[in-house]
């Protein structure tokens, strides 16, 4: 006998089968079993039949309250067969509303060996996973400011058959602060402030803090706009003893200048209406020259290329490397 909802409501039962074959664990067959526990919350069995390494059990529970949200994940192998040990991975996702402009939450994600996905999962987007997050945060957005602290750390997983992967660095806290006001004559000032501890088993460790404070006055009309800006970026690290320098400090001007024109046109095409718009814009950036071979690289990396990449004042993506720039862009 089988049973259907025919008005799109959630029912109790088995969900469809999923049948599969991997050369590392042979016959795969899963039959997930839904539990429909409250109208916020719910729940799903998912025994797993490994031909090759025997019977994993899996288990996820969901939940939408009014103040509090989560997807919890759990899946354990007891004595793998191919590889004579217990395999597990845990995934928790939750966060929590402490009112309309403060939240609360964490994610841990953890698996019991490097080779976990690659034995176990039958996804490529999956096999390649190298690092797993695990982290907590509080956060407050406010009409004018914010403010963040978050503790991170990850846990990497290294392929045996392949060159060693850097392992990323802790952030062991990290605080971020802003804000922003426009005054009575349009000119508009931001801030932006971050002071974290960065800690690693091998490389350089240190607190880097951060400040950069702008001002930009934009200028519009109905056919363009004009916008100029002036930051200054200011950086420190406090390292730990193996570095060659305890305390770097580097502070520079930034200034842009971006402005764009629009010209448009009605035209009829087939019996319809369109508007035909031709938008140039360009984009100048100064920044002068800061020699920061002295400063390790926590968390930074150059920005892949987009169109919003050329209209950027700093193409790293991070707080340790600031390009200079004399440059000029046109689109």
Avoid: C
Avoid at 78 to 95: F, I, K, M, Y
Wanted: glycine share 6%; net charge negative; proline share 5%.
């Amino acid at each position: 006998r089988m049973d259907f909802s025919l008005n799109n409501e959630r029912k109790t039962g088995v969900l469809a089968p999923t049948l599969g074959i991997t050369e590392r664990s042979g016959i795969d067959i899963t039959v997930p079993y839904y539990l429909n526990l409250a109208p916020n919350y719910d729940a799903t069995l998912y025994p797993r039949l490994l031909a090759k390494r025997g019977l994993q059990i899996g288990g996820e529970f969901r939940h939408l309250l009014e103040d509090f949200r989560g997807e919890n994940r759990l899946e354990y192998l007891a004595n793998d067969r191919e590889t004579d040990r217990s395999r597990w991975s845990v995934l928790l996702q939750n966060e929590y509303r402490l009112n309309d402009n403060t939240r609360a939450g964490m994610v841990y994600s953890r698996v019991s060996d490097n080779d976990y996905f690659r034995d176990l999962s039958n996804q490529i987007s999956i096999t390649s996973i190298t690092n797993l997050n695990q982290e907590a945060w509080l956060t407050t957005q406010h009409a004018n400011w914010y403010a963040e602290l978050r503790a991170q750390d990850f846990q990497t997983l290294q392929d045996s058959t392949a060159d060693l992967i850097d392992e990323p660095y802790a952030r062991l806290p990290h605080a971020r602060f802003g804000m922003a006001h426009t005054m009575n004559n349009g000119l508009e000032f931001k801030l932006e402030t971050e002071a974290t501890r960065f800690a690693h088993s091998s490389l350089t460790e240190g607190t880097r803090v951060l400040a950069y404070p702008t001002l930009r006055m934009p200028l519009t009309s109905s056919f363009g706009f004009l916008t100029p800006q002036i930051g200054w970026h200011s950086s420190y690290y406090a390292l730990d003893d193996s570095a060659p320098d305890a305390d770097i400090t580097r502070n520079l001007p930034i200034f842009s200048l971006d402005s764009g024109v629009v010209f448009d046109r009605p035209f009829q095409f087939a019996g319809a209406a369109f508007e035909q718009t031709l938008e140039p814009r360009a984009y100048y950036v100064y920044a002068p020259y800061r020699n920061q071979d002295a400063i390790p690289v926590f968390d930074t990396a150059q920005m892949d290329f987009s169109y919003a990449q050329m209209f950027t004042e700093n193409q790293f993506i991070g707080g340790d490397r600031i390009n200079d720039a004399n440059q000029l862009t046109l689109a």
